[in-house]
Structure formats: structure tokens, C-alpha cells
């Protein structure tokens, strides 16, 4: 059974004096859509949810414990050794904070009185002492990946590493503009299942450039501020579905509406609209 929508109780209060939470997936949907997240965010009325990916998810998981073996070592990973990534896992007392969905790393931008947010898959530190941000990526691709397109789940891809970079330096720590996508791609070719999915793994490279951020954050408190509707993004299939599917219900009404004129003109009725439902 299909759940029944509900508003989000976390919205924008403008005359509260403590920081608006903002997550970094929220900062993406501004990017994407400013008319969807003016919905999400002053009125709660978010966009439809997908199913979670609890693969994925799993993924996450594992590849967290693998990863925490070396750290507690002071290892490098084989992984980091076959790709000669000069780092190691990062050790520090609040990784499982920063990891940790819906809490992870967090600045508070006093100039926008926002509190930014976002939980990072992990951290490695190299020879200069910079933190490096590493994300993992799980999907399953007949062709090798290598590098990112310029699709538009990449460039969110490329945004969230930068979101990341930008919450470490905020906190004062040195960090490599430097990170990492770990891509684990499931493998299709096998010739049985056996009960185990198995993956090629690519390490990818990218050099991310957060300076978007400040400036950013300013047109998210502008937006939440002001009353005026912001425009669809570019290609919003949501926006696009609300405004079609807005007007055809419309006009539906509109001809109810003179339908029911007509025929209380001829009984004699009154006729009044309620809620776009005509009651009569």
C-alpha cells in the first residue's frame, strides 16, 4: 500500500534566531531545483522519495569495516598500494560522527546563519598531512569506469566531494583538494551467483574546487527569506509534473464549474467551489 504523503514537521522558520539545518543533499536540490527546494523547505513538501538502496547501502557498510582494519593498523589499504595513493585511512576520534547519516561533519556559516551538514564515507590522511575525502560508489555498468562524465549524477557526484572538502577546511583542518570516488562495479559475467555478488573496483582521481560554497549558501538564505516563488530548474521533472498535471486538473474544475452553472441555471441551484470540489 502506497504511504500517505506527509509534510516535513523541519522547516524554515524565519523569525527563529537559531542556524536552519542544511544538509548537503539540500544544497544539491537548490542547485537542481530552487522551486523545489523553496516546497521542501518552507512549506514541506518534498519530492517524492525513492526506494532506499539497501545494496548499496550494504556495500557502504562493508567496505567501512575493511577500511577501519587498516586504520586501526595505521595500514595503508592493497587498493591504495595497487593505485600508489600516497595516504592512509585517517584515525580521528569523530570519524563514526562523520560517517553517520543525518549527523556526519558540520559548520555552522554565521553569515547565513545556516548549520551545513553532511556524513562523509571516509577519510584518508597522506604524506602532507591533508585530509583526503574518498566517496564510495556502487552500481553495476557492462562498461569499466574509469572517470566521470559530464552527466548530470557525475557533476552531483563532483558537488558532493567539494561540499565534503569545503566542511573539513571550515573546520580547520588541511585538506587536499584531492579526493576520491571508489567505484565498485558489479560484476554480470559470472557464470553462477553462488550467493555472492562480486565487483571490479576502479579508484578515481578528482581535483574538486568548493568556492562555489559561500556564495551559494548566501542564494539558499536569500531564497528561504523571501515569499516570492522561485523558477523551476532547467528539466525538473517534478516541476514539470506539478504544472501539468495542475493544469489539466484546473481545467477539469473550471468546465465542472460551468457545467453545474448551466444546469443550476436551468433547477434553479446555487452552485459554490470548495476546495477545487463542487458542492452544490
Not at 214 to 234: A, Q, R
Amino acid at each position: 500500500m502506497a504511504q500517505k504523503f506527509k509534510k516535513s514537521s523541519f522547516i524554515f522558520d524565519i523569525d527563529s534566531r537559531s542556524p536552519f539545518k542544511l544538509s548537503r543533499s539540500k544544497i544539491d536540490l537548490f542547485i537542481d531545483c530552487q522551486r523545489c527546494f523553496f516546497l521542501s523547505e518552507r512549506y514541506g513538501i518534498k519530492r517524492p522519495k525513492f526506494p532506499p538502496f539497501t545494496l548499496n547501502i550494504a556495500v557502504d557498510a562493508l567496505l567501512k569495516k575493511e577500511f577501519d582494519i587498516y586504520r586501526s593498523k595505521g595500514q595503508k589499504h592493497p587498493l591504495m598500494k595497487s593505485y600508489g595513493v600516497d595516504a592512509i585511512p585517517y584515525h580521528h576520534k569523530d570519524i563514526n560522527i562523520w560517517r553517520e547519516n543525518f549527523v556526519g561533519i558540520r559548520f555552522h556559516d554565521k553569515e547565513s546563519s545556516l548549520l551545513v551538514f553532511g556524513a562523509i564515507d571516509d577519510v584518508w590522511i597522506n604524506s602532507k598531512e591533508e585530509l583526503v575525502v574518498v566517496d564510495y560508489k556502487a552500481t553495476a555498468k557492462d562498461s569499466k569506469i574509469e572517470k566521470l562524465d559530464d552527466s548530470r549524477w557525475h557533476n552531483q557526484y563532483r558537488r558532493q566531494m567539494e561540499v565534503y572538502q569545503w566542511l573539513l577546511k571550515k573546520n580547520g583542518f588541511k585538506t587536499s583538494s584531492t579526493g576520491y570516488f571508489m567505484y565498485l562495479n558489479g560484476k554480470k559475467d559470472s557464470k553462477a551467483f553462488d550467493g555472492k555478488l562480486e565487483f571490479d573496483i576502479s579508484l578515481i582521481s578528482y581535483v574538486g574546487d568548493s568556492s562555489w560554497m559561500d556564495n551559494t549558501l548566501k542564494d539558499i538564505k536569500k531564497c528561504l527569506v523571501s515569499g516570492d516563488i522561485p523558477p523551476m530548474g532547467d528539466n525538473c521533472e517534478y516541476c514539470d509534473y506539478r504544472e501539468t498535471s495542475g493544469k489539466v486538473f484546473q481545467n477539469i474544475v473550471n468546465n465542472k464549474v460551468k457545467k453545474k452553472k448551466r444546469d443550476s441555471d436551468i433547477s434553479g441551484n446555487d452552485i459554490t467551489v470548495k476546495n477545487n470540489t463542487l458542492f452544490i
